[in-house]
C-alpha cells in the first residue's frame, strides 16, 4: 500500500501531502521533501539524470518529474511492498495528471507560500485510489494470508490484460487469465448496456470444483478474486442426464420442461428461461412482470459460452454458472452442457456469490 504521497515544487517546498488512515509515520513530510529534494538534485546535477526509483531497505520510492508549468514539481510515493511498483506507477502517472489539471493556474505562477489551496485534493487521490483498487488491498491481503476462502487477488489493466499484481496462496493461471478475462468484462459490459441500458458491477464464474473467480472492473483496473469453497459436487452435476445424453432434451423439449415445472423456485427469481445453445428460449416463467427480460435473453448464450471456455482454460474445469451484475439486475446462467437455465433477479438479492451459488446448487439437488 502507499505510505507517502508527496508532491514538492524544485524549490523543495512541500506543496501536498497524504497518508492513508491511520499511518504512522517516522519523518517530518517537510523534512522528507527537502530530503528526497536534495537527492533528486544530486542526481540531476552529478549524473545528468533524473531519479526515477530509490531503494532503501524496506522502503521503495518512486519519483517522477512533471515539468510542463512554470513550477516544475515532483512526484513521490512511497511503499514497502515492491511487489506493487508496476501498479502504483499507473497511479502516480494518474495523480499527476489530475494534480497538474486541477492547479494549472496556480502552477503556471512563482510559488507563493500558500499551500492550503491544494488541501483540496484530497477527495480527488481517494478517488484516483479507489479507481485502482487499493481501497481493499490490505484487507484482501490478510483473508488470503489468514487461509479464508479468499486465496487470491490480482490486479489487471483492463484493455491489454497485462498483469500488475498478484497475492495468492494458490496456483493461478495468469496467462489464461490474462487474456480471457478482459474479452469476458468487454462483452459483458456491452451485453448490459446494448440491451438493459444498464452499468457492469461485476462478472462471476463457478467451476464444478466450486472455484470461484470473481471480476470487478474499475474506471482504471480490473480486479479479479479467486475463491475456493469446500463443497465438491462434481462427479453427481456431471452426472446428471442432461450431460450425458447428447442433445436429447433440446430436441425433444417437452420431457426437460416437464423437470423445470416441478422445481420449487427461490421467491429471490423474478423470471427463468430455458434456452438451446443458439438462443432459442423453449420454456419461461414470467414472477415478476416488472422484470420481463425476454428480448435480452438469447444474447446472454455469448456471455456464457464464453465463460465455458474460461472456466476450462483457466481452471481445466467444467463450469457450472456464470453470472452478471448491474446497476438493477444480476443476470445467473447455468450450465447444463446443449442448453442453459437463466435466471434474473434483483441485484439486492444477489449480491453475495455464496447466496448466487446456494440459489443454483438448490436448483441443481431438485433436478437429480
Known sequence: MIEDLLIINESGALLYNWHPEGYKGNMN?????GFLTAINSFATVERGEDLKSLKMKETQIIFEKYEEFFQKITFVITTKNEELIELLHAVIHEIMESFAKLFSESLNKKFNGLVSE????????????????????NDSIKKIDMDTPLK???????????????????????????????LIINSSKLLYQNNLNEKLYWILLNTVRNENLIVEPRNNILIAKQYQLSENF??????LEFFNEKDKYVKKPKKLIEKFESVDWNPKIKQIYLIDMVGKIFYSEIFDKAYDCSDYIPETISFLTASK???EEIYNRILFNASIGGEKLATICMNFNNFALTLIGKIQDFTDYKVIQKTCLDIYQQLI
Open 29 to 33: 513530510d517537510d523534512l522528507l521533501s
Open 118 to 137: 491544494y488541501q483540496i485534493f484530497d477527495n480527488y487521490v481517494k478517488q484516483i485510489i479507489n479507481s485502482h483498487g487499493l481501497d481493499i488491498l
Open 152 to 182: 487470491a487477488i490480482m490486479f489487471l489493466e483492463p484493455k491489454g490484460g497485462n498483469v500488475y499484481y498478484i497475492h495468492a496462496k494458490q496456483y493461478v493461471n495468469k496467462d489464461k487469465i490474462s487474456f480471457l478475462i478482459p
Open 234 to 239: 462434481e462427479d453427481e452435476y456431471l452426472g
Open 309 to 311: 471456455k474460461a472456466s
